[in-house]
T-cell receptor, first 115, second 115 residues
Framework: AQSVTQPDIHITVSEGASLELRCNYSYGATPYLFWYVQYPGQGLQLLLK??????LVQGIKGFEAEFKRSQSSFNLRKPSVHWSDAAEYFC?????????????FGTGTRLTIIP | DAGVIQSPRHEVTEMGQEVTLRCKPI?????LFWYRQTMMRGLELLIY????????DSGMPEDRFSAKMPNASFSTLKIQPSEPRDSAVYFCASSLEPGQAYEQYFGPGTRLTVT
């Protein structure tokens, strides 16, 4: 069964500082990996995804993530955070098997930005 | 496009009452997903449909929960009878055909409180 671990429940970062959110996955084959963001009172929004190819993927809002098969990781990064990045971030893994379109989400990391 | 539409946005009901949550997916999307989000259990997939047909309902907690999709533009999630432990935010999401099924577009959610 596929699973996702986000080891950091809450992270606080100063505005303008760099950010890295950790994500580890468990899946038997090549996974499909995603990062979603949830702003207060809203649904989830896709930031970026990895299906295959280049292991460094670019997303919206200046975010990027790197797939490292050897470490079973898909960490999210941003060089300089803005106050508007305060939100909850979810890593997710999907099956590459056609007919199983379920996503499994991690428990999320809440990001707080301080001035 | 208006995005995924959910109603009501907030629902407060008493234990034992029937609750119906509604969702209108993005036009043209073939997949529809129902999720539940709580502090304790995070984001859980309850059920998903492809072309109005339920594909996987293994996440539905028990027989008190039922979901239908009578046509491509409407789905309901019903809880009868409701219990306090059903209190959560329920999200509906939709996505396009296979290959892009993971780019899920989430609605704003329905916050359910059962007293």
């Amino acid at each position: 069964a596929q699973s996702v671990t986000q080891p950091d429940i809450h992270i606080t970062v100063s505005e303008g500082a760099s950010l890295e959110l950790r994500c580890n996955y468990s899946y038997g084959a090549t996974p499909y990996l995603f990062w979603y963001v949830q702003y207060p009172g809203q649904g989830l929004q896709l930031l970026l995804k990895y299906f295959s190819g280049d292991t460094l993927v670019q997303g919206i809002k200046g975010f990027e993530a790197e797939f490292k098969r050897s470490q079973s990781s898909f960490n999210l990064r941003k060089p300089s955070v803005h106050w508007s990045d305060a939100a909850e971030y979810f890593c997710a893994v999907g099956s590459s098997n056609f007919g199983n379109e379920k996503l499994t989400f991690g428990t999320g990391t809440r990001l707080t930005i301080i001035p | 496009d208006a995005g995924v539409i959910q109603s009501p946005r907030h629902e407060v009901t008493e234990m034992g009452q029937e609750v119906t949550l509604r969702c209108k997916p993005i036009s043209g999307h073939d997949y529809l997903f129902w999720y539940r989000q709580t502090m304790m259990r995070g984001l859980e997939l309850l059920i998903y449909f492809n072309n109005n047909v339920p594909i996987d309902d293994s996440g539905m907690p028990e027989d008190r929960f039922s979901a239908k999709m009578p046509n491509a533009s409407f789905s309901t999630l019903k809880i009868q009878p409701s219990e306090p432990r059903d209190s959560a935010v329920y999200f509906c999401a939709s996505s396009l055909e296979p290959g892009q099924a993971y780019e899920q577009y989430f609605g704003p959610g329905t916050r359910l409180t059962v007293t």
